[in-house]
């Protein structure tokens, strides 16, 4: 294990971004806050120090994330060059390890970015109470919490009471324990119940730093997984509502397809309107125009509250075991609790 720590980890490959979108090794970067910079290196584009890895006290710096990841990485360029193929096809047959490596690539993609690693904790303790709705406590003994401890937190969950987490920087800790739980369950998703297609864009995309946007297609009961390829390709995943899931497939089909101007004025839009901090394009453009027309098409995305270089960096921090603690609090507590890491999209109407 590489026990070297606060290096340089992307939750968006640097290869990826460098290549797709990127001009002589450097990249046109737009700040929200006060954009654009001179060209900049995609090294530290979508990035932070530390940002896969876990620090906690006593024990050896945990980069196994920074290397599973790493491996997915080192197939992207059969990955991305089967993509290419597809979007001059109407359906491409591609080998089983390139559509598994999409799939799972387009999964870490969704788990690690900025928003996802925020909104852990809440994730983590609306989890925790669904588990324990369900009678299901593995997760608690696997955090070696003693059985009597156990009966008792199922005793009071019954009476009403909620649980929250509590202690010192458990961020990194709560991202790291729900990238493990979930990654695995959304790469299936994204393998047998996602339809994916390339779409060739009549427009020029940028790329967000919430590379794989999740956006939901209300009139159809489907969410859209959209994910800039390059400038003039985007691939978008089609997942259909529903129990089960209407669309099943074990077949290896990625689809072909264009764009028209209308569409990708839209996928323009939802690309720039989701980005928390940074966008990277291969040549500049009006984005905070595409933003200001996205709201007032009424699009809108779920914001984070919390302080975003702080969830950036929170790998640099140690997590103290022997401070974490599962808390029992009342019902709105609870919901100020998970609330106080994400905000619900701010739409017109």
Not at 34 to 41: E, L, R
Not at 170 to 192: D, E, I, M, Y
């Amino acid at each position: 294990m590489n026990n070297e720590i606060d290096n340089n980890q992307h939750f968006i490959s640097e290869s990826f971004t460098k290549r797709r979108f990127g001009t002589n090794g450097s990249i046109e970067r737009y700040n929200l806050e006060w954009g654009w910079a001179t060209k900049h290196s995609p090294k530290f584009v979508f990035s932070g120090p530390g940002y896969t890895q876990m620090l906690m006290d006593g024990e050896p710096v945990d980069n196994s994330l920074e290397q599973s990841f790493g491996k997915i990485e080192s197939q992207l360029q059969s990955t991305f060059t089967a993509l290419d193929e597809a979007a001059t096809k109407k359906a491409l047959a591609v080998t089983t390890d390139i559509y598994e490596n999409l799939c799972w690539y387009c999964a870490y993609l969704y788990h690690l970015s900025p928003f996802s690693k925020a909104n852990s904790p809440a994730e983590y303790t609306i989890t925790l109470d669904m588990d324990l709705e369900r009678g299901n406590v593995n997760h608690l003994l696997d955090l070696k919490v003693t059985r009597r401890d156990i009966t008792t937190i199922q005793k009071r969950h019954f009476k009403g009471d909620k649980f929250v987490i509590k202690g010192d920087n458990f961020l990194q800790w709560a991202f790291r324990t729900q990238f493990v739980r979930n990654a695995k369950w959304k790469a299936g998703l994204f393998r047998h119940n996602t339809k994916w297609t390339v779409y060739n864009s009549p427009l020029e995309l940028p790329i967000s730093d919430i590379a794989l946007i999740d956006y939901p297609d209300r009139d159809n009961n489907t969410t859209l997984y959209i994910l800039p390829i390059s400038p003039r390709s985007v691939l978008i995943g089609r997942m259909e509502h529903g129990t089960p899931p209407p669309f099943y497939t074990t077949g290896t089909i990625i689809y072909g397809d264009t764009l028209t101007n209308e569409a990708a004025e839209s996928v323009l839009e939802i690309i720039c309107l989701s980005a928390l901090k940074t966008i990277a394009a291969k040549n500049r453009m009006d984005i905070k125009a595409i933003r200001e027309q996205a709201q007032k098409k009424n699009i809108a995305f779920t914001r984070i509250k919390v302080d975003l270089d702080s969830v950036l960096s929170a790998g640099t921090k140690s997590f103290n075991p022997n401070t974490f603690r599962i808390v029992p609090v009342a019902k709105d507590e609870y919901v100020r609790f998970v609330h106080s890491f994400i905000q619900p999209p701010n739409r017109q109407n």
